[in-house]
């Protein structure tokens, strides 16, 4: 269902009912869809679904460029010496 923001404001209490009872509720300025009113549930299930891994993020071609790997500490090689 669609909601005029002055409605929205005046009837909140019946907004929020109706988003938990019948799912997401769009909020209208001026005629032009503005924000939509969704249910807890279904709101943690969309973050969750669209939250990348960091696996996700470190294989992406075209991932952040910006991130910082220090560089890599000189090896040292230790003399092996034969136990006896």
Do not use: C, H
Request: no cysteine.
């Amino acid at each position: 269902m669609s909601w005029p923001v002055y409605s929205a404001k005046a009837r909140f209490s019946e907004l929020l009912d109706a988003a938990v009872k019948d799912g997401p509720q769009i909020v209208t300025r001026r005629g032009v869809e503005t924000a939509v009113l969704v249910p807890i549930d279904e709101w943690q299930r969309l973050t969750e679904e669209s939250r990348p891994s960091i696996k996700d993020v470190l294989l992406d071609p075209n991932g952040p460029r910006d991130l910082f790997v220090p560089p890599r500490r000189r090896l040292r090689l230790r003399a092996w010496k034969p136990e006896g």
